[in-house]
Every structure is written in C-alpha cells, then in structure tokens.
C-alpha cells in the first residue's frame, strides 16, 4: 500500500478560490493577531469618533456595532464553518489513510511473526539434528 499525503486542499466538495478563502478566513480570523486587530480598529474608530473633526459615530456607536458586531460576524461565521468543514474532510481523510496504514503495518507484523515462528522450527530441528548427529 502506498501511503498517500492529505492536505486541507486535497478533499472537498468547494474548490479552488471559494476553499482558498474560506480556509485563509477560518485560519486569519482564529488567531490572537485577529483578536489584537480588532481591539485597535474598534479603539481606533473611537478614537477618530470622539477626537476627531468630524463626529461619524456618536456614542454609543451605532455604526460601528453593525459592522463588527453584525455584517462582519454574519459574513465570517459562514465563513469559518465552510472553512473548518474542509479541514474537518481533510482530518476524515487522514484519519482513514493512517488506519489504511495501521492495517498493513498490522498484516506485515502478523506475517514477520509467521516467518519468525518458522525460522524458529527451523532452528529448533538442526540443533536437533546436531545434538543426535
């Protein structure tokens, strides 16, 4: 049996562009650096709100709310669960390649025992032989 390798881009119904974003997505969004960009680009929108010359979002930040807390969350969680469906194909598809491997690892180890038990006959009957001859 030749082994083969699975990578997040070998199974799956989406292909091309649509798996290639919704695996950058799933990846980009579920990180601390996302989490870090987040909190300066909120800090940073209520900063330029209060400080700056023009008041675009007065509080309690309407605007902004519905961007992050409601276009943007809507958009990635579809997003990130057809992204964690892929890696989930890709982890299926590992999962029985290494059980394809076990299983032949398992046959040859059954048949080196054979062999072993054989050879130990073998063995077995020229000490034998050697001892009576």
Do not use: C
């Not at 881009?9 to 950058?24: C, E, I, Q, S």
């Not at 979002?57 to 992050?68: C, Q, R, S």
């Not at 598809?93 to 690892?105: F, G, S």
């Not at 180890?109 to 000490?127: D, E, F, H, M, P």
């Amino acid at each position: 049996m030749k082994h083969k390798l699975i990578l997040n881009n070998d199974v799956h119904p989406h292909t091309g562009f649509n798996k290639w974003l919704a695996l950058l997505i799933t990846n980009s969004v579920g990180n601390m650096w996302f989490f870090y960009f987040l909190m300066v680009f909120i800090g940073g929108w209520i900063l330029l709100s209060k400080l700056g010359p023009l008041s675009f979002d007065p509080y309690p930040f309407a605007l902004m709310l519905l961007i992050v807390g409601g276009i943007f969350q809507a958009l990635a969680m579809v997003a990130i669960m057809v992204g964690q469906n892929v890696q989930a194909a890709a982890s299926d598809a590992r999962a029985e390649t290494d059980h394809e491997t076990l299983a032949a690892i398992h046959t040859l180890a059954a048949q080196s025992v054979k062999i072993l038990a054989g050879q130990n006959r073998i063995l077995a009957l020229l000490q034998a032989q050697a001892k009576s001859g």
